[in-house]
């Protein structure tokens, strides 16, 4: 059993920065691919990127360029840099963990998912 725990969201102004944790328990973090989700008011929730287990990092195209994934597997922590913040970033964020590792963008190929943290972009 794994258990996620997301922090870092609040309320930032369109341009800004914020950074999301999501700190995982169990001893093989580092084995998952770890992505990230979000779900905006009346919407389907969305794939946002993934950081396999071998290192690799693939972005949706909404967000390429302006997040960045990153983890410290010896803190079994993801993190997810999110810069040039815009209003459409407005959601509940989410991180989940994959067993098999490899990048995956549908929500099914996910095991275990944390709580959320909401993340709104002022304009």
């Known amino acids: 059993q794994v258990q996620l725990v997301e922090s870092g969201g609040g309320l930032v102004q369109a341009g800004g920065s914020l950074r999301l944790s999501c700190a995982a328990s169990g001893r093989i973090f580092s084995s998952y691919a770890m992505g990230w989700f979000r779900q905006a008011p009346g919407k389907e929730r969305e794939f946002v990127g993934v950081s396999t287990s071998g290192g690799s990092r693939y972005y949706a195209g909404s967000v390429k360029g302006r997040f960045t994934i990153s983890r410290d597997n010896a803190k079994n922590t993801v993190y997810l840099q999110m810069d040039n913040l815009k209003t459409e970033d407005t959601a509940v964020y989410y991180c989940?963990?994959?067993?098999?590792?490899?990048?995956?963008?549908?929500?099914?190929?996910?095991?275990?998912w944390g709580q959320g943290t909401q993340v709104t972009v002022s304009s």
């Open positions: 989940a963990a994959a067993q098999d590792g490899t990048a995956r963008t549908a929500l099914r190929a996910y095991d275990y």
